[in-house]
């Protein structure tokens, strides 16, 4: 869809006196202060690319099978024989009539569109959407520039009514990206109408604030469920997000496959394939769950809002029996410590990825064109990492947590990840944080494998203070000793072994979500986000810098200075006489 503007309106928007190139992989655009760029977000867009491209790959041989399978309908099954047709092979850059239909909602610059354009095979049409006129004029010059015309159409809309009306079967997306600026909750409904069944939807959500926990009554009104302030707070927000979407996409007959989970830098970014079926939508409630967390240990516990069994009485064995769980998962006081919950919830408890794509995205990146991406050592890096983590383990624990409840030395993380190993629990490590310990070890294990610890490096006596955690804990005795000398072969993953790059630290002096219609880089940046990007690094930098320095200076100034009132010692302050 697209808005003609007059000329006299476009006349009146003055020429940005800033403009420059901004180059990233094969595109460019042209442009100035006035329309928002983010650099730090090319790991984003990179990702997108290889989504989609492997995306598109899937589609088209669900595509090509479906209709082999309904021209079989049409013969005889002595005249069905002929194999599965090979799916056609397909060139970025270059249109075709039965690719890929994608929108970019918030399109800003145009530059993912066009990004889209040249590295995404089998593209039919990118429509590259914006409210702004002057970011519309701005994805028009830069798609001219670029010479991607016949793949891209710049649209001047609001977001919701432009999906709103992209209702009709004719009219849907194979694919929409939702990348705004902050919570992305108010395009989700028009999203879940406009996309075809078993489309893909790419979200970012930037308000990790918001999802972290900082504001709980805030997450509940954007995305009705409550945060808890945990250490697994950033996988939490992708499960938030996820539970935001599924309730969206259930309104409507649908549900969702979540693909890949990413949480990085400032953001999240969830990729979604939605699907109609309405037996599946019954699923959903099992999918969900309410997270108790306990106000004195932090150990938490999930029960899911919903239980699924199978139905004996049915003639069908897949046929399943929905059924409502009795609760509350746990105790007035918490069973480890004796403090009081915290009830938080709900969040998505089913899976956050999908392993057979996982595995097809990560031999992509490898193997394929893809491997040329600007940041294809962090996604590999990353997807590695995903695809070593546990898929049926909602949340971590961190040693560093666990250990400062007990007033312990941190076990290293070699030695805990080996201890539970030996033991015969499962253990990963979280793409989310770098000191993650996910695993199926009930909180039971994990604090009796910190009792046996504890023996090798006793807490202080002083600190067994009766009511606290530490006290109601260490007071109980190890039910076995755990091994924390021997590696087990399994404790060091990988990606680890590797040294891949899991874990990405800051990328850029001034990285953050960055400041609406504003280019994120050179002189354009406001001067606001220079002073509170990483001001704590900075200062902190600057102190050690200036230490010794200030050191000496004030050892000179105490041998000059004679002494004064100032130097000599208090008297005490006499208490005025009463009457």
Known sequence: MEIDEEKHQQDTIPKNPNENIIRERHAEIVSGGNVFYNPVQEFNRDLSIAVLNVYQQRLTKERCEKALKKQRKKVNEAEATSPIATPPTYVAGTQYADGLRILEALAATGLRSIRYAQEIAGVRQIVANDLSRQAVQSINANVQHNKVEPLIEASHADAMT????????????????????????RFLDGAMQCLVDGGLLLVTATDMAVLAGNAPEACYVKYGSVPLRMKCCHEMALRILLHCIESHANRYGKYIEPLLSVSADFYVRIFVRVHV??????????????????????????????????????????????????????????????????????????????????????????????????????????????QEELPDVPLYYTPDKLCSVLKLEIVPMLKFRSALLHAGYRVSYSHASKNSLKTDAPPSVLWDILRCWGKRHPVRPERMIPGTPLQAILSKACTRDYEFDELHAAANPKSRRSALSRFQTNPAPHWGPGTRATIMIGENKLPKSYRNQNKKQRHKTSQEAAGPQKEQESVEAEEEEPETEAHLPKQPKLEAATA
């Open 277 to 386: 079926g309405q037996a599946q939508c019954k699923l959903s409630m099992s999918k969900q769950s309410w997270l108790y967390q306990c106000t004195g240990c932090d150990t938490y516990t999930l029960q899911p809002l919903g239980i699924t069994k199978p139905n004996p009485t049915a003639g069908n064995p897949q046929q399943l029996k929905y059924g409502i769980p009795t609760g509350p998962a746990v105790n007035t006081q918490c069973e480890h410590c004796g403090h009081r919950h915290h009830l938080g919830g709900p969040i998505w408890s089913a899976p956050l990825h999908n392993p057979d794509f996982v595995k097809d995205l990560l031999e992509a990146v490898q193997e394929t064109h893809l491997s040329e991406l600007g940041t294809q050592r962090r996604i590999v890096g990353v997807l590695s990492v995903v």
């Open 162 to 185: 432009l999906m709103y009306l992209s209702t009709a079967q004719e009219k849907r997306f194979d694919a929409v990206d939702l990348d705004p600026y902050g919570c992305p909750n």
